[in-house]
T-cell receptor
């Protein structure tokens, strides 16, 4: 079974500052994918960034980067230069090879609030 | 359409009623997923289709839950004899390839908020 742990129920950051959202995972699979999604108050889940378990370099997408530490089973999301529009729930998720990459297991999420 | 479309946006049902939730995936997307999201929680997997084949229904909580995708496009999630614990947001997602990966991320709809009274 897979498990995703997000230990920060809420985070506060000032506009233009960087913020790190924590995610640890547990799996017996050697091959898996890690995802981060953003869920604004509108409810839609928005895909942000992906990291494969065999990728040697940390993934980056614009202001988003994923700090992947495989030995520690950690996949933290770093948002640089926060914007007011970044205020939302953020979910870490994993898709293991054993499910044919067909099942995403999500954490409970972290609520990020960006203040002016 | 440009994105995944779900209807209705909101549904109120009396306990014991049957409900049907519709999902229109992005055109051409092979994979379709249903997730259930309780208040304050992350989404939980319900079921997965690859075209019209339901490859995984391990997340369906009981035999009152049934999903279909008969022509490999539109999908319907049906809940029979609804119970209060079924109250949640039901999210549909689609991906262009098989499953979820870097070149086939899941694209989610806005969800259907089901309230059972």
């Amino acid at each position: 079974a897979q498990k995703i742990t997000q230990t920060q129920p809420g985070m506060f950051v000032q506009e233009k500052e960087a913020v790190t959202l924590d995610c640890t995972y547990d799996t017996s699979d050697q091959s898996y994918g890690l995802f981060w999604y953003k869920q604004p108050s509108s409810g839609e889940m928005i895909f942000l960034i992906y990291q494969g378990s065999y990728d040697e370099q940390n993934a980056t997408e614009g202001r988003y980067s994923l700090n992947f530490q495989k030995a520690r089973k950690s996949a933290n999301l770093v948002i640089s230069a926060s914007q007011l529009g970044d205020s939302a729930m953020y979910f870490c998720a994993m898709s293991p090879f054993s499910s044919g990459y067909s099942t995403l297991t999500f954490g409970k999420g972290t609520m990020l609030l960006v203040s002016p | 359409g440009a994105g995944v479309s779900q209807s209705p946006r909101y549904k109120v049902a009396k306990r014991g009623q049957d409900v049907a939730l519709r999902c229109d995936p992005i055109s051409g997307h092979v994979s379709l997923f249903w997730y259930q999201q309780a208040l304050g929680q992350g989404p939980e997997f319900l079921t997965y289709f690859q075209n019209e084949a339901q490859l995984d229904k391990s997340g369906l909580p009981s035999d009152r839950f049934f999903a279909e995708r008969p022509e490999g496009s539109v999908s319907t999630l049906k809940i029979q004899r609804t119970q209060q614990e079924d109250s949640a947001v039901y999210l549909c997602a689609s991906s262009i390839g098989q499953g979820a990966s870097y070149n086939s991320p899941l694209h989610f709809g806005n969800g259907t908020r089901l309230t059972v009274t």
